[in-house]
Antibody, heavy 124, light 107 residues
């Protein structure tokens, strides 16, 4: 069974840092592209960051570029998000999400598995 | 930046058909996917690559994509389908953009 379990959220002051982790199991983690998605209270989904299966390619949303860093440890089946210079508007539930494998059909296939999310609150 | 626009809400009677639209520039030239998110739960992929259903998704969920609009259709809507729905597409400038979201109410 595919499982994604996020951790590392919490309350942090503006300007502070947090490191989120996502522990993956039930699939060959090193074969899959991964993402972070967030959802502010009462708001919609916002894609945050992407990392390729080997970790060599990363993308960021404009709202977090230069402040957040995505990484992965394939030997540890783990995905990470280092968040620096946090702002009140970064307050959200953060989800890790697996990119659907579309090797046979090609093209973007969405995110087929999501974790339960971890709450990040930025407040003084 | 690339944007996807959805109606804020859609209401449907049980057993009827609900259609949710997602509008974006030349969206028909991209692959669209759809997610269902029930209150307090994580999103679930219900349609990918315009019209494909992942394993375990009921046949009453279908999708289409042409021109500037992708559409998610729920046929024979059930009370359990009451949820928020989000479209998503990939764009070279904005990467994995989500739509604004639509709340489906089953009256």
């Amino acid at each position: 069974e595919v499982q994604l379990v996020e951790s590392g959220g919490g309350l942090v002051q503006p300007g502070g840092s947090l490191r989120l982790s996502c522990a993956a199991s039930g699939f060959t983690f090193s074969n899959y592209e991964m993402n972070w998605v967030r959802q502010a209270p009462g708001k919609g989904l916002e894609w945050v960051s992407y990392i390729s299966s080997g970790g060599s390619t990363v993308y960021y949303a404009g709202s977090v570029k230069g402040r957040f860093t995505i990484s992965r440890g394939n030997a540890k089946n783990s995905l990470y998000l280092q968040m620096n210079s946090l702002r009140a508007e970064d307050t959200a539930v953060y989800y890790c999400a697996r990119m659907k494998d579309t090797t046979l059909t090609a093209g973007f296939g969405g995110f087929d598995y999501w974790g339960q999310g971890t709450q990040v609150t930025v407040s003084s | 930046s690339y944007e996807l626009t959805q109606p804020p809400s859609v209401s449907v009677s049980p057993g009827q058909t609900a259609s949710i639209t997602c509008s974006g520039d030349n969206l028909g030239h991209k692959y669209a996917c759809w997610y269902q998110q029930r209150p307090g739960q994580s999103p679930v992929l219900v349609i990918y690559q315009d019209n494909k259903r992942p394993s375990g998704i009921p046949e009453r969920f279908s999708g289409s994509n042409s021109g500037n609009t992708a559409t998610l259709t729920i046929s024979g809507t059930q009370a359990m389908d009451e949820a928020d729905y989000y479209c998503q597409a990939w764009d070279s400038s904005t990467y994995y953009v989500f739509g604004t979201g639509t709340k489906v109410t089953v009256l």
